[in-house]
């Protein structure tokens, strides 16, 4: 297929996007609530058909030498479609966002103001490998009114076909367009480079995946972007840690599941909590297989420490790794986190107020835990129910994006025959 045929398969699903998005936004909560339990049905019901076609990119993956990790990720089971149409219904009980008032008053003249929120419109979302966000994403962006461009990659293109034609199936008994959820069609780079380009067709983009294709979204795209997700997140044991404490933390944010987001890639400990923090941390890592990589104390304080090059303060590893340094003061870490950080998510572990009161001052990221791992930076776990990404930027959306994060606002202005 040529490029131009490619755009113009893409301009069509767009433009059938931008007209679904009229139908679906002014639908009420329990229009969408049915249109979603409708979908979690469909999906439970073709399991079969999905496995089918998620064995075939498997199988592919396989025959490429993908890593047993990315292929489960690529996987679906019976028992995870199931949990798939569970997180369906779970988007369903969520409360709507859509015409929740933001605030409002009556003017001095009478006028009477409001600011409500309305969908984004057409969202265009770029991901990698799991197929599971086919469907997370779609459910969030009906809920919230929005119609969603998905453009997975082409090693779940199978599963995501199915996916989407199964959902679309569920929406043609409703009054929700089938059209408001739809996979960009292509499998190359050109098929994302449309997407990417279509300013006035789609709102916004929401890139979701590693620091290359965050990056490259961000910079090749002429359609408004929400930065997702790189997370080169930092514990800081201060002075006045509880070691007990501290230690469960840092073992914590790193090993409970070391491949998201959240995960903690640097350990920051305080020169006098060092000597009696660095053997016992050390030792717990060990014993659950990360590699530290050290300052010269931190190696000081262990045989297997990896000597840390300039590269790994900045390393977001997604592995069982971490990068240790000693720092003499609090400010010191803070100044290490703003150099080397990437606005995720930071942790300080101490007993001291003003410490804690400090350091969230201080540092400049989505989300600060006080005595806490960085593994709660999650929208399930804020109580927001389920999340399209945790955004490290700064305009609209900042840390877990929850349905509100997937509107914006309009003002509705109602007077009585006023005049200016």
Do not use: M
């Given at each position: 297929m040529t490029d131009e045929q490619e755009r113009d398969d893409f301009l069509r699903v767009a433009r059938r996007g931008r007209a679904a998005a009229a139908g679906l936004a002014p639908q009420p909560r329990?229009?969408?609530?049915?249109a979603l339990h409708a979908i979690a049905d469909a999906l439970v019901a073709a399991t079969p058909e999905i496995v089918k076609a998620n064995e075939g990119d498997v199988a592919r993956a396989r025959e490429a030498g993908t890593s047993e990790y990315m292929i489960d990720r690529l996987s679906l089971t019976p028992e995870?479609?199931?949990?798939?149409?569970?997180?369906?219904?779970?988007?369903?009980a969520l409360?709507?966002?859509?015409?929740?008032?933001?605030?409002?008053?009556?003017?001095?003249?009478?006028?009477?103001?409001?600011?409500?929120?309305?969908?984004?419109?057409?969202?265009?979302?770029?991901y990698e490998g799991r197929p599971n966000v086919t469907v997370d994403a779609a459910a969030l962006c009906l809920k919230s009114g929005n119609v969603a461009l998905l453009r997975g990659s082409s090693s779940a293109i199978d599963s995501n076909t199915v996916l989407v034609g199964v959902m679309q199936g569920a929406l043609l008994g409703t009054p929700v367009p089938p059209d408001a959820i739809q996979l960009v069609p292509g499998t190359s780079r050109a098929s994302v480079r449309h997407l990417m380009r279509a300013r006035g067709l789609v709102d916004v983009l929401i890139p979701r995946g590693g620091a290359s294709l965050i990056t490259s979204v961000v910079e090749e795209s002429t359609v408004?972007?929400?930065?997702?997700?790189?997370?080169?997140?930092?514990?800081?044991v201060d002075a006045a840690a509880d070691l007990d404490m501290a230690v469960d933390i840092v073992v914590n944010a790193k090993t409970q599941r070391p491949s998201v987001c959240n995960a903690a890639e640097t350990l920051l400990v305080h020169a006098d909590a060092a000597d009696a923090f660095l053997p016992r941390v050390l030792d717990a890592l060990r014993a659950e297989g990360v590699t530290v990589h050290g300052d010269e104390r931190v190696a000081a304080a262990?045989?297997?420490?990896?000597?840390?090059?300039?590269?790994?303060?900045?390393?977001?590893?997604?592995s069982l790794d971490i990068a240790a340094r000693v720092v003499g003061s609090l400010d010191e870490a803070v100044a290490h986190i703003r150099e080397?950080?990437?606005?995720?998510?930071?942790?300080?572990v101490t007993t001291?107020?003003?410490?804690?009161?400090?350091?969230?001052?201080?540092?400049?990221?989505?989300?600060?835990m006080v005595n806490a791992s960085t593994r709660f930076t999650d929208g399930e776990e804020f109580g927001f129910g389920a999340e399209i990404g945790i955004?490290?930027?700064?305009?609209?959306?900042?840390?877990p994006m929850g349905l509100p994060e997937l509107t914006s606002t309009k003002y509705v202005v109602t007077g009585e025959g006023h005049l200016k």
């Open positions: 329990a229009v969408k609530d049915a995870r479609i199931a949990a798939i149409a569970d997180a369906v219904r779970k988007v369903a409360p709507d966002p859509v015409g929740e008032t933001v605030r409002g008053n009556v003017l001095p003249n009478g006028l009477d103001l409001r600011q409500i929120r309305v969908p984004l419109g057409v969202v265009g979302i770029i408004p972007v929400i930065e997702t997700g790189v997370g080169n997140c930092a514990v800081y262990a045989d297997d420490v990896v000597p840390a090059t300039a590269d790994d303060w900045a390393a977001e590893y997604l080397y950080g990437s606005g995720h998510t930071e942790a300080i001291s107020q003003p410490a804690a009161k400090r350091f969230v001052a201080l540092v400049d990221s989505a989300a600060v955004s490290t930027q700064k305009l609209h959306a900042r840390g």
